[in-house]
């Protein structure tokens, strides 16, 4: 079975500053996608960026960029420009390629963003 | 347009009654699943349906929870004989398919409360 593990329950960082947020997965499927959620008090999940596990290139999406290891299973989350709306809990995601595609979570890492 | 909707918002329950959460996918969205999240944990995958095929309900924790969905629209979640431990907020997601391709909507949660 697959899992997944974030080892930073809290992380907090200056506004305009730079965070990163850890996050592996332990798997034996060659094909997967992984994910980065936010879910700020509203309970609401957003999705931030995913990454397709075929391919090298990191993701990046404006502030938002992954750094993908593959062979590590690392997949973490860099935010840069931090902003106070960045505030919120982040959740690392696994999903199988192929149908059914339910998501499985890591813990969280709940972010705070100094003024 | 609407995004997925559910209800209650919040739930309180005495423990050994029955609760039914509802939600309301994404109109035209076929696959739509259900999570549970404990206070301060990820997400727990409980029940998955695609179009008119047999639902995945790999993740129900017993058979107190149960969970209808008519057609592509509403379903809803049946907790029986509530104990404190389903205490949690509910989570459902819609997709355009079950493809790993499609993106996950979620709604806002209903939060249950057993006392």
């Known amino acids: 079975a697959q899992t997944v593990t974030q080892s930073q329950p809290e992380m907090s960082v200056q506004e305009a500053e730079t965070v990163t947020l850890s996050c592996t997965y332990d798997?034996?499927?060659?094909?997967?996608?992984l994910f980065w959620y936010k879910q700020p008090p509203s309970r609401q999940m957003i999705l931030v960026i995913r990454q397709e596990a075929y391919k090298q290139q990191n993701a990046t999406e404006n502030r938002f960029s992954v750094n993908f290891q593959k062979a590590a299973k690392s997949f973490s989350l860099k935010i840069s420009d931090s902003q106070l709306g960045d505030a919120a809990m982040y959740f690392c995601?696994?999903?199988?390629?192929?149908?059914?595609?339910?998501?499985?979570f890591g813990q969280g890492t709940e972010l705070s963003v100094k003024p | 347009g609407a995004g997925v909707s559910q209800s209650p918002s919040n739930k309180v329950t005495e423990k050994g009654k029955d609760v039914e959460l509802r939600c309301d996918p994404i109109?035209?969205?076929?696959?739509l699943y259900w999570y549970r999240q404990r206070l301060g944990q990820g997400l727990e995958f409980l029940i998955y349906f695609q179009g008119n095929s047999a639902p995945d309900k790999s993740g129900l924790p017993s058979d107190r929870f149960s969970a209808e969905r008519t057609g592509e629209s509403v379903s809803t979640l049946t907790i029986q004989r509530t104990q404190q431990e389903d205490s949690a907020v509910y989570l459902c997601?819609?997709?355009?398919?079950?493809?790993?391709?499609?993106?996950?909507?979620f709604g806002p949660g209903t939060r249950l409360t057993v006392t």
């Open positions: 997601a819609s997709s355009l398919g079950s493809g790993s391709s499609y993106e996950q909507y």
């Open positions: 109109s035209g969205h076929t696959a």
């Open positions: 995601a696994y999903r199988s390629a192929g149908q059914g595609g339910k998501l499985i």
């Open positions: 798997t034996s499927e060659s094909d997967y996608y």
